[in-house]
């Protein structure tokens, strides 16, 4: 290794099968390894696997899930303004008092409350019908939205605004009936 720690020894088997010893950077050191058959034999590498087995435009689902946390943060983030607004200190849940607090914190806490079944019926039925499944979650993410601002209002009445997010919750629950079917041999290719 050079004096600056750029440069390491690596033994390499050649074409011919014979084993050489070579200078390269820790950089190509470490996609050397990951390129190598060592690593797709280890857990890390089997990864890639279920990754290509994944149906085409599964990406879409996933990205569904990261919009739902996204729209939980700034729900959270809306909560935490709130308690400086209202003057709510931690751990105090809700406020006896403050009405419009409350309805900032219940929009959170409604949807922390659904938010892993939403999870489980869109990853589960997005393995089977990708499409479909995402765009349910986002119909359900807009959902949520709606229900947030509505219930931001102060009205609490106003939070059925949200309420057609149970059409998507049908929708994702469907499909993930049809993966189970499937996967039970009951329900056909």
Known sequence: ???NGRWTEQWRETPNGRWTE????????????????????????????????????YGCVIFTGLTGTFINLWMGINVAKARKQYDVPYPTMYSSDNKMFNCIQRTHQNTLENYPMFLMLLFIGGLQYPRTSACAGTLYNLSRIVYAKGYYTGDPEKRGW????LVALIAMLGCTV????????????
């Open 1 to 3: 290794m050079t004096p």
């Open 22 to 57: 070579q200078k390269v950077s820790r950089r190509n050191l470490f996609t050397n390894y990951l390129s190598s058959k060592r690593f797709h034999n280890t857990k890390m590498g089997n990864l890639s696997k279920i990754v290509d087995a994944l149906p085409d435009h």
């Open 162 to 165: 949200g309420s057609f997010s």
């Open 178 to 189: 049809g993966v189970a079917l499937r996967q039970l041999r009951i329900f056909p290719h």
